[in-house]
Nanobody, 122 residues
Framework: QVQLVESGGGLVQAGGSLRLSCAASGRAFSSYFMGWFRQAPGKEREFVAFVSWSGGRTSYADSVKGRFTISRDNAENTVFLQMNSLKPEDTAVYYC???????????????WGQGTQVTVSS
């Protein structure tokens, strides 16, 4: 079992940056793939990025590629999402997720945080 708590969301102007954090508690954090998803009002939850257990493999949605960077610190049981060049369409609740095998779909992750709101003003 893994418990996940996101932080770092907020209001930012277009072109700005935010860094999201997800603190994990529970067993074997370093053996889990970690992912970030987001859900805008009236839309389905969508994949943003994932990172493998070692940090050696990452994957990004096309919409954020080149602007967002996912990373992890296994010593601190934390995963990060650095978001640069933010756009109004990035506005959403951002969720951290974990599982032993990663992927780009919600079904690939069993454990979820409560989410943190990111709002980008134009």
């Amino acid at each position: 079992q893994v418990q996940l708590v996101e932080s770092g969301g907020g209001l930012v102007q277009a072109g700005g940056s935010l860094r999201l954090s997800c603190a994990a508690s529970g067993r074997a954090f370093s053996s889990y793939f970690m992912g970030w998803f987001r859900q805008a009002p009236g839309k389905e939850r969508e994949f943003v990025a994932f990172v493998s257990w070692s940090g050696g493999r990452t994957s990004y949605a096309d919409s954020v590629k080149g602007r967002f960077t996912i990373s992890r610190d296994n010593a601190e049981n934390t995963v990060f999402l650095q978001m640069n060049s933010l756009k109004p369409e990035d506005t959403a609740v951002y969720y951290c997720a974990a599982d032993s095998v990663g992927g780009t779909h919600r079904i690939n992750f069993r454990y979820w945080g409560q989410g943190t709101q990111v709002t980008v003003s134009s």
